[in-house]
């Protein structure tokens, strides 16, 4: 039985293309053109939500974004669902359902409801006075009070939109589009700005557009006439892009601004697949025009918040612009002549206006007087005290104001209505301008914050700076325009304006009622259900900083920022507390204006885009050959090499054991190279380096150490001499960007002196490492004319050849004390050469081997892996690496820091090897070293860091950082693990080939 | 997010450079000659003023350069740019 309460065609609104939807399950029809919130007040549902707090029923308040209760879940159960969306900004299409949040079962009946006739027990504060004790019962509290909060469900797949990311560079970025906006986009593109004009809404025009006071002319045509043209007008100027369902969300400094625009929401589902939803706009704008427009104020009454109760300016918008009448025993409530306006709509739609209730004395302006021509009864000094109707509004109470504004008089007058517009003023919308860093002052006059100090070049024009009337809006415009722009003509210099004055506001934060304070709930926040009795109850307890009650109250803080309440807020403070609004500041306005998806934050890097990933030259084959992979740093690369369905520990002990006894190859394609070049390179070296290099020979390699400027180790690597002044330095595979980053960091800001040039070649080269006792007979096969005698080409060595036409730089080094070979060749070539490599080892059964083979056999050798074995506090004495560390340099990056008391400590953290008494069992990385069982609390002397089962050794190895460690050689100990403790003894770190014979093997 | 006028490739957003904390300190030519006290002075201690600060920047994603940068830290407002070597403006 739902009524309809279209009353007149709308020039925005098709008729003609009706549209189905579903809310709570039930179908409706719409037009297209519609928001929910119009189709569904076309279909007289009011009641589309229950409150956060007191589950009470509410209704759509607003017509915009600014709103507090409209807050529904589009398209439950589905993919494509979203909650918090405010039910006034979603333009309806065929196939659209929604349906209320904070509810259940449903929005008719919710049994939180009972909230509301316990909300005496409920006052600001409940929770933290609550559940504070016993404070181990927070656990139990919580999964009760998170099970009654709440508001909607997020999708529980994976979401099928598309979003994307762009950057705007712009003269001038106009927001918002209403008459200031779009006369200042006008103006700015006409003088050759490139110009971006923005607005939320799917229409050019604001509130202006939809303006039909007859009493307001602008070239003796209606302020929505002359705009209309003016907007026809905006598509033959040139440099001006316009965006609508665009809305900006942060302004940053340095005129950095982010918006939304909305490319899918409004479209059916078969027109949304493969488009993208939203786009996140990265403006950066020379000037900015804020055109934000100012929203309306509410009044704070009691029991203002029932279903049927809107704002004054909504109605309006709702009648002209949709063509929908909100109820049809309307009565509005005001402070000021904007409620006039609205309720002369409705009259000349043929809507009933039972009164409006009016707290200032009188007006005396032309539209009073013809509101009053039409018969309609205005109750002049009196307030409403009461409100009636549970899901829905049936009446009011009202009685006549005290002189001061305190109290109430005489007897109570109810009134019969369904539908209440409330008018307390506007409030300029100053949120982007405040994240901007700008900085607002308050008006006492006008009871508002205005736009103060900018920080950077903007300027806020039309009713976000304060200018509510046409003829100030236009005049101020245009001297703002010349001024910011340094122009001097424009469209706006020979515009007529006649309108009609409005007398004074009266502003009262905080309506009386015959009843008490405590027994009555004139609501400040609605979203929060926060009251004024809990601001007042805030300031009793003590608190006096806004920010504070703020938090205290929760007023504010719900999805919609508290855009309607704010001002109220601080109102009743100021009031309550003896301050002026001006000292007592705003609390901070923070970005999103209007929440974001995730989608739009992220972009496209969702997926495989979600971060880069590098991949070697020889990767293919790793696939080909089923490696298994692992992340370091941005690159893959190949983990182990199952065959035959092994496990990764099968697998590393066959890889580990054929590396020792015959032949093993690795991809170490990943590792950092650096060249360095300049006739101070050794001089660089030496600085930056641990040990000594003036003396390396051309041709020869060697293991480097990189400290820190506090002592600690930083990175390692092998850098070989190619030239004189030439250099090719290598460094971990995780640590390449940052060493490289260092170095130039140093060159270029304390060495300035030294002539050096690095330059990164990582990518530039495919490295194979070829090691075990047949290494060399393979590279024989490979490259037949080159001397491979250790005489000629002995270990920690270089030489250049040729695999065929590949011109190759080959390192005899080794990380795994094997005899090894590492084969540079330009990156192109890498595959090729692995390939080469593996038929050459074919018959001394060549194993590739992946990174966990190579972290086993250097910990059999005691190799330190930076960032595995060392945490950034290690320095080389730390790690028994004394022999590494130049005593006769006089210099070196950190070398004053191994003097210092700190790390000169003997208890320090040191790096020992492990082994278990049991040789089988193998003890976890990071488990924690003591050296008492029975005591408690007991201290932990140091952690695991490698632990392996070497199948060369044939038992378990482990590397440790051990509170003085280095002199614990033989010494018991413990690891204590969840179920068992386990018996270790501290050992040498070099388990297998002490005397590196192996290396010339 | 800032607007940074790199002195070698001219304006470009903040996501491009890296900061490098406080300018003007320079590393000590004799550093085995300091106590240790004089040492962590160099090592460690750091202004972080609210106000103007004097500090390096590095445009890392463009071209690497290392530059330094007078911004106010209360409001972020850059108020001069100048290369490495260069005298600090007054």
């Known amino acids: 039985?739902?009524?309809?309460?279209?009353?007149?065609?709308?020039?925005?609104?098709?008729?003609?293309?009706?549209?189905?939807?579903?809310?709570?399950?039930?179908?409706?029809?719409?037009?297209?053109?519609?928001?929910?919130?119009?189709?569904?007040?076309?279909?007289?549902?009011?009641?589309?939500?229950?409150?956060?707090?007191?589950?009470?029923?509410?209704?759509?308040?607003?017509?915009?974004?600014?709103?507090?209760?409209?807050?529904?879940?589009?398209?439950?159960?589905?993919?494509?669902?979203?909650?918090?969306?405010?039910?006034?900004?979603?333009?309806?299409?065929?196939?659209?359902?929604?349906?209320?949040?904070?509810?259940?079962?449903?929005?008719?009946?919710?049994?939180?409801?009972?909230?509301?006739?316990?909300?005496?027990?409920?006052?600001?504060?409940?929770?933290?006075?609550?559940?504070?004790?016993?404070?181990?019962?927070?656990?139990?509290?919580?999964?009760?009070?998170?099970?009654?909060?709440?508001?909607?469900?997020?999708?529980?797949?994976?979401?099928?939109?598309?979003?994307?990311?762009?950057?705007?560079?712009?003269?001038?970025?106009?927001?918002?589009?209403?008459?200031?906006?779009?006369?200042?986009?006008?103006?700015?593109?006409?003088?050759?700005?490139?110009?971006?004009?923005?607005?939320?809404?799917?229409?050019?025009?604001?509130?202006?557009?939809?303006?039909?006071?007859?009493?307001?002319?602008?070239?003796?045509?209606?302020?929505?006439?002359?705009?209309?043209?003016?907007?026809?007008?905006?598509?033959?100027?040139?440099?001006?892009?316009?965006k609508t369902r665009t809305s900006v969300a942060a302004y940053h400094q340095y005129n950095y601004l982010l918006a939304r625009e909305n490319l899918t929401d409004h479209l059916e589902a078969k027109d949304k697949t493969n488009k993208i939803r939203q786009r996140l706009l990265k403006i950066r704008a020379k000037k900015v025009i804020l055109a934000t427009g100012a929203l309306e104020r509410p009044l704070i009454f009691n029991n203002n918040d029932r279903p049927g109760i809107m704002l004054s300016s909504a109605i309006k918008k709702y009648s002209e612009f949709y063509g929908v009448a909100c109820g049809s025993k309307n009565v509005f409530f005001t402070n000021n002549d904007s409620a006039y306006e609205s309720a002369l709509s409705l009259y000349n739609k043929g809507i009933n206006v039972e009164a409006i209730i009016d707290i200032r004395e009188q007006s005396e302006s032309k539209i009073v007087k013809k509101v009053k021509e039409a018969g309609i009864k205005v109750y002049w000094s009196h307030t409403i005290v009461d409100t009636a109707g549970y899901k829905r509004l049936n009446g009011i109470s009202i009685m006549k104001l005290s002189n001061d504004g305190t109290s109430v008089t005489g007897s109570k007058i109810s009134i019969s209505c369904d539908c209440l517009?409330?008018?307390?003023?506007?409030?300029?919308?100053?949120?982007?301008?405040?994240?901007?860093?700008?900085?607002?002052?308050?008006?006492?006059?006008?009871?508002?914050?205005?736009?103060?100090?900018?920080?950077?070049?903007?300027?806020?024009?039309?009713?976000?700076?304060?200018?509510?009337?046409?003829?100030?809006?236009?005049?101020?415009?245009?001297?703002?325009?010349?001024?910011?722009?340094?122009?001097?003509?424009?469209?706006?210099?020979?515009?007529?304006?006649?309108?009609?004055?409005?007398?004074?506001?009266?502003?009262?934060?905080?309506?009386?009622?015959?009843?008490p304070l405590g027994k009555t709930k004139p609501f400040v926040d609605y979203q929060n259900d926060a009251t004024a009795k809990d601001i007042k109850l805030a300031l009793r307890e003590g608190f006096r900083s806004i920010e504070h009650v703020k938090r205290y109250t929760t007023t504010g803080m719900g999805t919609d920022q508290g855009k309607l309440g704010n001002m109220h807020a601080l109102g009743i403070i100021a009031d309550t507390a003896g301050v002026k609004m001006g000292e007592l500041g705003t609390t901070t306005f923070r970005p999103p204006y209007t929440p974001l998806t995730f989608g739009t934050i992220v972009g496209r890097n969702v997926g495989k885009f979600f971060d880069i990933f590098r991949r070697t030259p020889i990767n293919d084959w790793h696939v080909e050959n089923k490696a298994e992979f692992e992340n370091v740093g941005q690159w893959k690369r190949a983990w182990y090499y199952p065959i035959n369905g092994e496990t990764m520990h099968q697998a590393v002990q066959r890889e580990s054991k054929a590396a020792r006894e015959s032949a093993g190859i690795l991809d170490a394609s990943t590792l950092g190279k650096i060249d360095i070049q300049g006739s101070d390179a050794s001089e660089f070296l030496n600085r930056v380096y641990t040990n000594a290099w003036s003396k390396l020979a051309v041709g020869k390699c060697r293991y480097g150490l990189m400290l820190n400027e506090d002592g600690m180790v930083y990175d390692d690597g092998v850098t070989t001499r190619l030239g004189e002044n030439h250099y090719i330095m290598t460094t971990t595979t995780g640590g390449a960007a940052n060493v490289l980053g260092k170095l130039e960091d140093y060159l270029q800001t304390e060495w300035p002196e030294l002539d050096v040039y690095l330059t990164s070649v990582t990518d530039h080269y495919a490295t194979a490492s070829l090691c075990g006792p047949n290494s060399k007979n393979i590279l024989k096969k490979i490259i037949p004319d080159l001397d491979l005698s250790d005489e000629n080409f002995p270990h920690m060595s270089f030489k250049e050849a040729h695999i065929g036409n590949i011109q190759c730089r080959i390192m005899r080094i080794s990380f795994t004390g094997e005899h090894s070979y590492e084969i540079n060749v330009q990156a192109s070539y890498g595959k090729d050469l692995w390939e080469k490599c593996i038929e050459a080892g074919k018959e001394f059964n060549i194993t590739p081997y992946g990174t966990e083979t190579m972290h086993l056999l250097r910990a059999e050798k005691g190799f330190i892996i930076v960032g595995q074995d060392t945490d950034g506090t290690m320095t080389p004495i730390d790690l028994q690496m004394d022999w590494i560390v130049s005593k006769k340099k006089y210099d070196f990056i950190g070398k004053r820091s191994l003097y210092r008391s700190d790390t000169m400590r003997e208890d320090r953290k040191q790096l020992v090897g492990l082994l278990t008494d049991d040789p089988n069992i193998v003890l976890e990385e990071g488990a924690q070293i003591v050296s008492e069982l029975n005591q408690s609390p007991v201290e932990m002397l140091g952690h695991v860091t490698s632990s392996y089962f070497s199948p060369n050794l044939k038992k378990s190895i482990a590397l440790a950082v051990v509170r003085g460690g280095k002199d614990m050689m033989g010494k018991k100990l413990f690891v204590p693990m969840e179920n068992k403790n386990i018996n270790v003894t501290v050992a040498n770190p070099v388990f297998y080939d002490e005397k590196n014979e192996r290396l010339n093997a | 997010m800032f607007l940074i006028n790199c002195p070698y490739c001219g304006e470009r957003d903040q996501q491009e450079?890296?900061?490098?904390?406080?300018?003007?300190?320079?590393?000590?030519?004799?550093?085995?000659?300091?106590?240790?006290?004089?040492?962590?002075?160099?090592?460690?201690?750091?202004?972080?003023?609210?106000?103007?600060?004097?500090?390096?920047?590095?445009?890392?994603?463009?071209?690497?350069?290392?530059?330094?940068?007078?911004?106010?830290?209360?409001?972020?407002?850059?108020?001069?740019?100048?290369?490495?070597?260069?005298?600090?403006?007054?």
Not at chain 1, 460 to 488: A, M, P, R, T, Y
């Open chain 1, 421 to 515: 517009g409330v008018a307390g003023g506007w409030t300029p919308a100053v949120h982007l301008y405040t994240q901007s860093g700008s900085k607002l002052k308050f008006d006492e006059e006008k009871q508002i914050f205005l736009p103060n100090q900018n920080t950077s070049q903007q300027i806020s024009v039309g009713s976000c700076g304060g200018d509510f009337k046409i003829d100030e809006i236009i005049k101020n415009l245009n001297q703002k325009l010349k001024d910011n722009l340094n122009i001097k003509e424009t469209d706006l210099d020979n515009i007529k304006v006649e309108i009609d004055q409005e007398n004074s506001k009266r502003n009262i934060w905080l309506l009386p009622s015959d009843k």
């Open chain 2, 17 to 90: 450079f890296k900061a490098g904390g406080e300018a003007h300190i320079e590393r000590p030519k004799q550093p085995t000659e300091l106590s240790d006290d004089e040492w962590a002075e160099y090592l460690f201690m750091r202004k972080n003023i609210k106000g103007i600060q004097f500090e390096r920047w590095n445009h890392v994603h463009g071209c690497r350069k290392w530059f330094n940068m007078v911004r106010d830290t209360s409001n972020d407002e850059i108020k001069a740019i100048y290369k490495m070597g260069e005298k600090p403006p007054a």
């Open chain 1, 1 to 242: 039985m739902t009524k309809n309460l279209r009353v007149k065609s709308s020039e925005y609104i098709d008729e003609t293309n009706r549209i189905s939807f579903k809310f709570n399950g039930k179908t409706y029809h719409g037009f297209k053109g519609d928001t929910l919130a119009s189709a569904l007040l076309a279909n007289d549902v009011h009641l589309v939500g229950r409150s956060f707090k007191y589950h009470r029923p509410r209704g759509i308040m607003t017509s915009g974004s600014e709103e507090p209760n409209a807050i529904v879940q589009v398209n439950p159960g589905t993919n494509r669902t979203e909650p918090n969306v405010r039910a006034t900004e979603v333009e309806i299409y065929e196939g659209l359902e929604a349906s209320s949040q904070n509810c259940w079962p449903s929005v008719e009946f919710d049994i939180g409801g009972i909230n509301n006739f316990l909300s005496p027990f409920f006052p600001a504060g409940f929770y933290y006075k609550t559940f504070m004790w016993p404070a181990s019962f927070w656990e139990k509290y919580e999964f009760f009070i998170r099970h009654s909060a709440g508001l909607g469900k997020s999708p529980t797949s994976n979401d099928p939109d598309i979003y994307d990311h762009r950057n705007i560079h712009c003269d001038v970025l106009v927001v918002g589009a209403g008459i200031s906006g779009i006369l200042a986009a006008k103006n700015a593109a006409k003088n050759n700005f490139k110009t971006l004009l923005v607005d939320e809404k799917n229409e050019l025009g604001g509130s202006t557009i939809f303006e039909n006071n007859k009493f307001n002319k602008i070239d003796n045509k209606t302020p929505s006439e002359w705009l209309k043209k003016e907007i026809e007008e905006l598509k033959n100027i040139k440099n001006l892009e316009i």
